[in-house]
C-alpha cells in the first residue's frame, strides 16, 4: 500500500470590501425611492437596499511523479463586496426619522453580515472537504477535477444557504409587519364609519338649515301682518292676538330648531376633531410600517 501523500498546505484568504451609495432626501417616501433607484437585487431579483457579491478564485499547485501527483499547495481566495446605504444628511433629518433611519441602516448592515457569514462559512467547508480529498493518492488532472467539483458543489450549498435565510429575513419581516397592518387597517374601517357618520351629519344640518331658514321666513311675514295691522302684542285686538299667538309659536319653533342645529353642530366638531386625531394615528402607523423591511 502507498503512504499516504504529502499533506499540503490549504490556505483561504477572505477579503472584504465595504462600499456605500449615498443617500441626501429628508422624507420616508423620497427616501425608498433613492434606495430603489440604486437599483440593488438580490440572486433571486429582489429589491434590496444592501448587498453583498462574492468572487472566489483557487489554485492547486502538484508536482506530478509518475502517474501521480504531489499536491504542494491549494490557495483558495474569496473576495466580499459588501453594498450599503449612507445618508449624506443625517443631521437635516428630524429627530424621529434620524432615529427610524439609524435603525434601518443597522438593520440592512447586520442582514448583510450575515450574508458574509454564510460565504464564510462555506469557504471554510470547502476548505476542509479539499484538504480531505488531497489525502488520496491520484494524478493531478484527477486531482484537479476533484479540487474543482468540491468548489463548485461548495458554491451551489452556499447560494442555497444564501436563498434560505432571504426567504426566512422575508418571512420574518412580513410577520413584523401584520401587527402594523392589522392596526392600520381597523382604524380604516373606524374612520370610514366616522366620515360617514360625518356626511350624515352635514345632511342633516343642512336640513335644518333649510327648515329654520322656512320658519324665520313666516316669523317675517307674521311680523309684517302685525306690523301693517299697526297691532301692538302688548295690547292686542282680537285679530292682533292670533297673530301674535301664531307669531309666537314661530318663534318658538324657529329657537327649537337653532337650538337642534347648534347640538348636531357641536357633535360633528367632536366627530371632526376625532376624525383628524384617526388620520394621524392612521400616518404615524403607515410610517413606522414603510419602515420595517
Keep these: 500500500m502507498l503512504p499516504a501523500p504529502p499533506k499540503p498546505v490549504v490556505t483561504l484568504t477572505t477579503n472584504k470590501t465595504t462600499t456605500y451609495y449615498s443617500v441626501h432626501e429628508t422624507t420616508t417616501a423620497k427616501i425608498f425611492h433613492a434606495i430603489e433607484a440604486h437599483g440593488l437585487r438580490d440572486q433571486d431579483g429582489e429589491r434590496a437596499a444592501g448587498l453583498t457579491a462574492a468572487k472566489s478564485e483557487m ?57 458574509v457569514d454564510i460565504f464564510a462559512n462555506g469557504a471554510n467547508a470547502a476548505k476542509a472537504r479539499i484538504e480531505a480529498a488531497l489525502k488520496n493518492w491520484a494524478s493531478c488532472a484527477a486531482l484537479q477535477a476533484t479540487v474543482r467539483s468540491l468548489w463548485t458543489n461548495q458554491e451551489m450549498e452556499t447560494q442555497k444557504a444564501q436563498r434560505v435565510f432571504d426567504d426566512e429575513d422575508r418571512a420574518r419581516v412580513a410577520e413584523d409587519r401584520k401587527p402594523l ?35 324665520r321666513e313666516k316669523v317675517d311675514t307674521v311680523n309684517a301682518d302685525i306690523t301693517k295691522a299697526n297691532g301692538n302684542c302688548s295690547r292686542p285686538t282680537e285679530r292682533i292676538q292670533v297673530l301674535c299667538r301664531q307669531y309666537d309659536a314661530l318663534v318658538a319653533s324657529h329657537n327649537a330648531v337653532v337650538a337642534e342645529h347648534s347640538s348636531v353642530v357641536a357633535h360633528r366638531n367632536r366627530l371632526a376633531d376625532e376624525h383628524n386625531v384617526l388620520v394621524e394615528s392612521i400616518n404615524a402607523l403607515v410610517e413606522a410600517l414603510n419602515w420595517v423591511r
Excluded at 94 to 114: I, K, M, Y
Excluded at 185 to 193: F, G, P
Aim: charged share 30%; glycine share 4%.
Design 59 to 115: 489554485t492547486l499547485n502538484g508536482r506530478e511523479t509518475g502517474a501521480l501527483c504531489t499536491p504542494e499547495f491549494v490557495k483558495i481566495t474569496l473576495n466580499l463586496v459588501v453594498t450599503l446605504p449612507r445618508h449624506e444628511r443625517v443631521t437635516d433629518l428630524s429627530n424621529d426619522l434620524r432615529e427610524r433611519w439609524e435603525h434601518f441602516a443597522a438593520a440592512v448592515a447586520t442582514h448583510e453580515q450575515r450574508h
Design 181 to 215: 397592518q392589522a392596526a392600520i387597517e381597523a382604524k380604516k374601517a373606524q374612520l370610514t364609519r366616522m366620515s360617514a357618520e360625518i356626511r350624515q351629519l352635514d345632511a342633516t344640518l343642512e336640513d335644518l338649515s333649510r327648515r329654520a331658514g322656512a320658519v
